[in-house]
């Protein structure tokens, strides 16, 4: 028997195609006018024929690129800086780029933006216009210059290079000789401005009408397209700290100076690439990149940030005046803000969380664009370049190598050759790909030849033969450039891919592609609501910053299973399967998580009295924000902390709703106040509130070195519905005393 995977496309489309002589007759092009004629059809087939400039197919061909923001920020641990900051706050001693490279290139990264200039408006390169920058510093003497040895590092590393250069000048707005909003008139100005003593090689000029801030700007951007090598990007940031005396910007001018002495690069935050509407990572469920826009964009001085969900749907295009192409980056921080603060507190993201936006920002029609702030050394932390390894690792493991490799079908859609493709008709045509051995996957890579017939498919299943007969695995949107489908693993000898819905025939398909990932299952959390329900999930990570609600470890492996027990056993594959939360009283769960033929890591939980019924009775006075019931909401984010200002002596009087056999407690300190915590301490139990027995003392130690969950055990169970806990002394001698979460283990 010889194997067949087959691609049929069926004739579902989302409108009628009647109009088959009129799409015939609309030439391809990046943007395309709609007409007070156009029917809300001729619309459609106007937004099949907008296809990318050279420049922005290059730009999502380059999939995955690498920010870095690094400048006074990094030594003073602020995000946004003020412009007041003397420069020798740049305090860098050493610099490392061929050590961002490195780690750029085991990434699996092709191009690299730097903030050449920031919003407190401090540049990092030896310009010839001001003295705010890192010339007014003491490294290498004033004469260093980052962008100098990054555009080495670069050509060293064959990777493209990008420069942000921040419209936004807070030292600029703030110095009395300020250009920013100064109320210079408009005149004739010639870029670049004659420095005596600097001469630039690059003879070409421009004369342009602008103001004092905008010839600055010209004269910048024309040393960096000009002294660095070749610059692939562009990027203008539209965040603005401050604004002073109305001032404008005269992209047109920016843009004509770009396209002349750059002209293989993409402007970001203007026509060729857009902002895609966070900075977490997130990406949309559907990413067209024909956007509508009110006004021509290729004339337009202001492009607003789009932030929506629905971005591009045909309903948006009815609306519009132009369809313009025009990809969107998907922006984000491997740590907690996007400079450099600290290794103790900052979080990095973790592998999963960085490999799971690669694959939905890559393989969701989109660009990722990923920052990595070097520190005060000049480097990449240890712990980001850990992660851009591994990422780097698990991306060649994955994508390296189709599975269809080896395969006969259509050479244009196997040659790994974007330029090539297959049209399929209306009439489902299909594509046979013989195999002659069943082959294992979990993801599926296709692409749509977007440089020649623009975005078309709007909705797709994948079906795999199991079992004798076909079997949707997946289910897809659009496609555009690229689209990965991830799905729970399935071997098979046949895959077909049915086209449900298209904007426009005929569709074209340049590449499609078979990959497996290695199931890597998660560390769990396990973890009790105030309900008493439990729930088991992956584990999320130390990072705290900008996210949102997602099931990292779950997009990356579909085959993902959690198993658990109730009565302490150790949980194998035979065991329950978690579904979701379930309520439980009290005793200990063992969860483990399973992925296609490996486990994880065992996670264990004891859980105590369910605390839907504690109330308070009586405590120290709390510091504000800080309230008594924070101690059992069963949230270890928040906590009880008093206000009285002493080492011992302050307590807490807890109604448990009920009387129950207490065999011991647990305390857990808080994590972000390593001030408060409980050393030393007296537990007292009652049945009515009124008489007291003294239960027993504990001592929990280390805890400033070590702040996890303690437990202390009874020498024998008391009987009681309050308890009251008396602290006698505090870790580090500290004055306050502080509880996250505590919970009573019963018999």
Known sequence: MRYKLVIACLALFCLPYSQKSNAQDIPFSSTIAIDNDDSFDSIRIKAAHVIPTENQY???????????????????????????????????????????????????????????????????????????????TGFRDGKGDILEDLSASCKKYGLKLGVYLSPADLYQIESPEGLYGNLSKKTKRTIPRIVEGRPFENK???????????????????????????????????????????????????????????????????????????????????????????????????????????????????TANYLHYQPAE???????????RNDDEQGVRSADDVFDIYERSVGGNSIFLLNIPP????????????????????????????????????EKVLDKDQDTYVLLSEHGDELSFKLDKPIRLNRLMIQEAIQTHG???????????????WKVISKGKNIGYKNIQRFATVTTDRIR????????????????????????????????????????????????????????????????????????SDPIRESAIYRGPFEFDHGTIKAVAYGKED????????????????????????????????????????????DVDRSSGQSLVLDLGETIDITGFTYAPPLNDKEGMIEEGKLYVSKDGKLWEFSEAFVFGNLINDPSERRHYFKSHVSGRYIKLEVTRIAGGQGHAAIAEIGILVK
Not at 330 to 340: L, Q, V
Not at 387 to 406: C, H, Q
Not at 607 to 636: I, L, P, R
């Open 375 to 410: 520190n005060r050394e000049g480097k990449f932390g240890k712990r980001d370049v850990e992660v851009l390894k591994e990422v780097g690792s698990r991306i060649k493991s994955t994508y390296g190598k189709s599975l269809l490799v080896g395969a006969h079908g259509p």
């Open 455 to 469: 975005e078309r498919v709007a909705e797709f299943e994948v079906e795999a033969w199991l079992d004798g007969k």
């Open 330 to 340: 998907t922006n984000t921080s491997i740590r907690e803000g996007w400079f450099y």
């Open 204 to 318: 070409t000029s421009f004369d342009f009408v602008v103001d004092d801030y905008n010839e600055y700007f010209l004269n910048q951007l024309f040393e960096l397209l000009t002294e660095y090598g070749r610059i692939d990007e562009v990027w203008f940031d539209g965040a603005h700290p401050k604004r002073k005396g109305g001032q404008t910007y005269d992209y047109a001018a920016w843009k004509e100076l770009i396209r002349k002495l750059a002209p293989q690069a993409v402007i970001f935050g203007r026509q060729d690439i857009r902002w895609c509407g966070n900075e977490s990572g997130k990406t949309r469920a559907i990413e067209w990149n024909v956007i509508p826009y009110d006004e021509d964009p290729n004339q337009m001085n202001r492009f607003a940030d789009i932030t929506g969900e629905d971005v591009a749907s045909l309903e948006k295009l009815h």
């Open 599 to 642: 486990e994880g890591a065992v996670a264990e939980e004891l859980f105590g009295q369910v605390k839907k019924n504690w109330k308070v009775v009586n405590s120290s006075s709390a510091a504000k924000g800080f309230e008594a019931n924070n101690a059992f909401d069963e949230n270890v984010e928040s906590y009880w902390k008093t």
């Open 58 to 136: 290059q730009a999502l061909r380059d999939e995955f690129i690498a920010f870095v923001h690094f400048g006074p920020n990094t030594f003073t641990a602020k995000e946004w800086g003020s412009g007041f900051e003397d420069p020798a706050v740049f305090d860098l001693k050493e610099l490392d780029t061929d050590q961002w490279c490195q780690a750029m290139k085991a990434a699996g990264m092709s191009k690299v933006i730097l903030t050449v200039k920031h919003h407190d408006g401090f540049v990092l390169w030896q310009s010839r216009y001001t003295k705010h920058g890192i010339m007014s």
């Open 497 to 568: 891919i049915k086209i449900a819905k298209a904007r426009l025939m005929p569709v074209s398909i340049s590449e499609v592609a078979a990959y497996y990932y290695e199931t890597r299952p998660p560390q769990l959390d396990i973890v009790r609501d105030l309900e008493g329900k439990v729930s088991i999930n992956a584990q999320k990570g130390d990072f705290g910053w900008k996210t949102y609600e997602q099931d990292i470890a779950g997009d990356l492996n579909r085959d993902l299973s959690i198993h658990y027990t109730l009565d302490g």
